[in-house]
């Protein structure tokens, strides 16, 4: 495992992100998740990452219960304050509690406020909640070893964010990856925070899955380049050649993954500038995609209750590959969860944290599904609906 220094501490270059831990009818799988959190450890992984919504509140659970059966001096633990949830009243003390009550420590090793973003700033920066001087007391009390904070907010945000603070934050996490480095402005992004003397921790290094699989022709060169290295390797070995960027959390959902990974950072591997052209022309054919992570902040709002995550994978899987075929994936679904029941509300692109303007994508993915024979009937039927429902209503 390769490291980088952070203030004397040794943080192992691959971080354990558990917002998408593995999943046993709809729950977390408690003995892989052990098995993962156990391999990482032996494999030289020290760097744990969690948050209070991840899995509905489950992720600090399970992994404090999976880090309590090895040595507290063995690893690092983050968690975060949940300031970009929407609420009448924010309580850091009440939640903070809470957090190490729920992962079953004593101390966080890092602390991060969630998600500094566009609807979030102001409840961060309104002094009536006294959300940054209650976590600077924690850290001046040694509950918490270092502050810093997430976000998915524009440039402008994270400046705003970074003044505010004056040099208390100590780190900054963002979502970084070949891909948003021009698609998402990160590029611009990791300057910035970087200018401020802050060091870049990466959250989505694979956008969610997405940069593991790639269209048939990227694919095919990464592998004739690199034919014992997985597609996903290629944007964790793009990372680590950012001098700034001092951990890389890979939201790892099974053992697979993780061996991959590992196999990843046993070296530091730069690319070769063959190497770099091959990931621009991949990122060159995937310029249109939409950028969904499948964080799932959408779905807690839709009235509609859509797996809008879901939705917009085989929006993208149709966009790359006009003849893929999605009936295994939609086969499931009852009519009412298909893309042609969004009802246009916004709430989702009001939350989503890439700007995603949802409804018009769901809009466009109901009509590559009305262009295949079994889909058209299904998408009249909710035209005819609609008609009959707006007749009524006049």
């Given at each position: 495992?390769?490291?980088?220094?952070?203030?004397?501490?040794?943080?192992?270059?691959?971080?354990?992100?558990?917002?998408?831990?593995?999943?046993?009818?709809?729950?977390?799988?408690?003995?892989?998740?052990?098995?993962?959190?156990?391999?990482?450890?032996?494999?030289?992984?020290?760097?744990?990452?969690?948050?209070?919504?991840?899995?509905?509140?489950?992720?600090?659970?399970?992994?404090?219960?999976?880090?309590?059966?090895?040595?507290?001096?063995?690893?690092?633990?983050?968690?975060?304050?949940?300031?970009?949830?929407?609420?009448?009243?924010?309580?850091?003390?009440?939640?903070?509690?809470?957090?190490?009550?729920?992962?079953?420590?004593?101390?966080?090793?890092?602390?991060?406020?969630?998600?500094?973003?566009?609807?979030?700033?102001?409840?961060?920066?309104?002094?009536?909640?006294?959300?940054?001087?209650?976590?600077?007391?924690?850290?001046?009390?040694?509950?918490?070893?270092?502050?810093?904070?997430?976000?998915?907010?524009?440039?402008?945000?994270?400046?705003?964010?970074?003044?505010?603070?004056?040099?208390?934050?100590?780190?900054?996490?963002?979502?970084?990856?070949?891909?948003?480095?021009?698609?998402?402005?990160?590029k611009a992004k990791y300057e910035l925070i970087t200018s401020y003397g802050l060091p870049v921790w990466v959250m989505e290094p694979i956008r969610g899955g997405r940069l593991a699989k790639l269209d048939a022709m990227s694919e095919a060169e990464m592998k004739a380049a690199r034919p014992d290295d997985s597609v996903a390797s290629w944007a964790l070995r793009w990372l680590m050649?950012?001098?700034?960027?001092?951990?890389?959390?890979?939201?790892?959902?099974?053992?697979?993954?993780?061996?991959?990974?590992?196999?990843?950072?046993?070296?530091?591997?730069?690319?070769?500038?063959?190497?770099?052209?091959?990931?621009?022309?991949?990122?060159?054919?995937?310029?249109?995609?939409?950028?969904?992570?499948?964080?799932?902040?959408?779905?807690?709002?839709?009235?509609?209750?859509?797996?809008?995550?879901?939705?917009?994978?085989?929006?993208?899987?149709?966009?790359?590959?006009?003849?893929?075929?999605?009936?295994?994936?939609?086969?499931?679904?009852?009519?009412?969860?298909?893309?042609?029941?969004?009802?246009?509300?916004?709430?989702?692109?009001?939350?989503?944290?890439?700007?995603?303007?949802?409804?018009?994508?769901?809009?466009?993915?109901?009509?590559?599904?009305?262009?295949?024979?079994?889909?058209?009937?299904?998408?009249?039927?909710?035209?005819?609906?609609?008609?009959?429902?707006?007749?009524?209503?006049?």
């Amino acid at each position: 495992m390769i490291y980088k220094d952070f203030h004397g501490k040794k943080l192992s270059r691959l971080a354990f992100g558990t917002m998408r831990l593995p999943l046993i009818d709809g729950k977390i799988d408690e003995k892989q998740t052990f098995e993962m959190v156990d391999l990482a450890l032996d494999s030289g992984v020290n760097y744990f990452d969690t948050a209070y919504p991840y899995h509905g509140g489950m992720s600090e659970i399970v992994v404090g219960k999976a880090l309590a059966r090895h040595d507290r001096d063995s690893f690092y633990l983050a968690t975060k304050f949940p300031g970009h949830q929407i609420s009448s009243s924010y309580d850091p003390k009440a939640i903070f509690e809470e957090q190490l009550n729920k992962c079953g420590v004593e101390r966080f090793d890092f602390y991060l406020l969630h998600n500094v973003y566009e609807n979030s700033i102001n409840v961060y920066k309104d002094e009536k909640w006294k959300i940054l001087d209650y976590f600077l007391e924690q850290k001046r009390n040694g509950r918490i070893g270092h502050l810093g904070f997430s976000t998915h907010g524009g440039l402008n945000i994270i400046k705003d964010f970074l003044d505010y603070c004056d040099g208390k934050m100590e780190f900054c996490q963002i979502q970084l990856n070949y891909l948003d480095w021009g698609l998402q402005n990160a590029k611009a992004k990791y300057e910035l925070i970087t200018s401020y003397g802050l060091p870049v921790w990466v959250m989505e290094p694979i956008r969610g899955g997405r940069l593991a699989k790639l269209d048939a022709m990227s694919e095919a060169e990464m592998k004739a380049a690199r034919p014992d290295d997985s597609v996903a390797s290629w944007a964790l070995r793009w990372l680590m050649s950012l001098s700034g960027v001092t951990t890389i959390l890979s939201g790892m959902s099974d053992l697979a993954q993780m061996k991959d990974n590992i196999k990843t950072f046993n070296r530091e591997d730069t690319l070769s500038d063959d190497e770099r052209a091959i990931i621009e022309r991949a990122v060159s054919r995937m310029q249109n995609s939409v950028p969904c992570t499948s964080c799932r902040y959408c779905c807690d709002g839709c009235p509609a209750g859509l797996d809008i995550p879901m939705l917009l994978s085989i929006y993208n899987d149709i966009k790359f590959s006009p003849s893929v075929n999605t009936s295994m994936r939609l086969d499931v679904l009852p009519k009412e969860k298909l893309p042609s029941a969004c009802l246009k509300c916004g709430k989702c692109s009001r939350v989503c944290p890439q700007k995603i303007d949802i409804p018009s994508a769901l809009a466009h993915l109901t009509d590559e599904l009305s262009k295949m024979p079994k889909w058209a009937d299904i998408s009249r039927e909710r035209e005819e609906a609609a008609k009959k429902l707006k007749a009524q209503n006049r």
